[in-house]
């Protein structure tokens, strides 16, 4: 008879600030996934809906934001999550519904394993040189440092790149994470050397409604002109980017369809790639070289004209792209005159945070046995 343990029934849930995304695996074999929508005060009638008559062996959460402590897959005690309420103001619109989720669960079903993945944890292999702003050393030890994000989506691609090309997966590629909210990673050997989020998931690229990165002199001018802090958050955050380049679309769909006819969205459009080509030469040149580039997340997999026009921009690098293969969103987009290998790779975060539950609840039932 096998003493093999049976598949760990895991429930993954991403909390954010309009919708509640979860997904159920048997290991890490997905059973079901979707997407309630809900407003973060709704989140805890949404997450009890989800585990009414279910029996789970671990919930997972995905966190943004792990601090300069929380690098590692963690398990949730009292002490974690005060630590977690501690980075509110660094990422005010993830984390209280990730908080309010975990405590729904807590709450609901106490003796369950709850288990935190942070999307700032990859980027714990950042060089010292990347980590830090030219500011007084003070700061750095206090935690004023830049964190990246995206990290669960990097993660995912890096462990997929050995089955696709041997050559970016040892060497240097950049990963291209483009939806509402953007950001590139700077891989080499598969680990996080360059991204262009900081401090807060406010800097680096253009997004859907944040700004990417901005003069911090810009942002003074209105506080010294009388401007409110929650305002200036607000219009950084939430009315920004593609929204107020455009006029009020965030939509890149929308965007591409309406640059023929609208002049700020075709602004938009121009400058979101514009900044993505400019970041992507910026890693290439903190990396020392480029091998591979990578587009995931909904923009970076579903736009061909985002894909392009990006790509267009770095001719000079030697990158070209296959029209044909772009157009048909196929795996490997570049042509064979291309220096630089370029892919379109779909991320699975919730298939990285259940693997790293299945870790926990292995090790936890090898110490069990050890125990016993």
Not at 85 to 98: F, M, N, R, S, V
Not at 101 to 126: E, K, Q, S, Y
Not at 132 to 155: C, K, N, Q, T, V
Request: hydrophobic residues 40%; glycine residues 8%; proline residues 4%.
């Amino acid at each position: 008879m096998s003493s093999e343990l049976p598949p760990f029934r895991i429930l993954v849930l991403n909390a954010g600030s309009s919708t509640l995304k979860y997904a159920s695996f048997e290991g890490i074999e997905s059973v079901s996934q979707g997407t309630i929508e809900c407003k973060e005060q709704e989140i805890p009638s949404a997450v009890e809906s989800l585990l009414k008559g279910r029996p789970w062996d671990a919930i997972a959460f995905r966190v943004v934001h792990g601090g300069s402590h929380l690098i590692a897959p963690t398990l949730i005690t009292d002490k974690v999550l005060q630590e977690l309420e501690q980075t509110i103001p660094l990422a005010p619109l993830h984390q209280p519904p990730a908080i309010a989720a975990i405590r729904t669960v807590g709450d609901l079903h106490p003796h369950v394993p709850r288990i935190a993945c942070f999307d700032t944890a990859f980027h714990a292999t950042l060089p010292e040189c990347e980590k830090r702003f030219a500011i007084p050393d003070r700061f750095y030890r206090e935690g004023i440092r830049r964190y990246g994000f995206h990290g669960l989506s990097y993660e995912s691609i890096a462990s997929q790149l050995p089955s696709i090309s041997q050559r970016a997966a040892a060497g240097k590629t950049v990963v291209c994470h483009l939806g509402n909210g953007a950001s590139l990673c700077g891989l080499e050997h598969g680990i996080s050397r360059y991204t262009t989020m900081g401090f807060t998931p406010i800097d680096g690229l253009i997004m859907g409604t944040r700004c990417g990165r901005l003069d911090v002199g810009v942002a003074i001018h209105w506080l010294r002109n009388g401007m409110e802090v929650q305002t200036l958050e607000t219009m950084l955050t939430k009315e920004s980017g593609l929204h107020g380049l455009s006029g009020g679309i965030s939509d890149m769909r929308s965007l591409v369809a309406n640059a023929s006819q609208d002049p700020r969205c075709a602004l938009a459009l121009d400058m979101f790639c514009g900044t993505v080509a400019k970041e992507i030469a910026a890693a290439a040149t903190a990396l020392g070289g480029l091998d591979g580039i990578v587009f995931t997340a909904g923009i970076g997999e579903n736009s061909s004209v985002v894909r392009q026009r990006v790509i267009e921009r770095l001719a000079w690098l030697g990158a070209a792209l296959n029209d044909e293969a772009n157009s048909k969103k196929d795996l490997s987009i570049h042509s064979q005159s291309s220096s630089v290998e370029i892919f379109r790779i779909s991320t699975d975060e919730q298939r990285v945070i259940a693997s790293h539950t299945v870790d926990f609840l292995r090790q936890s039932h090898g110490e069990s046995h050890r125990d016993a």
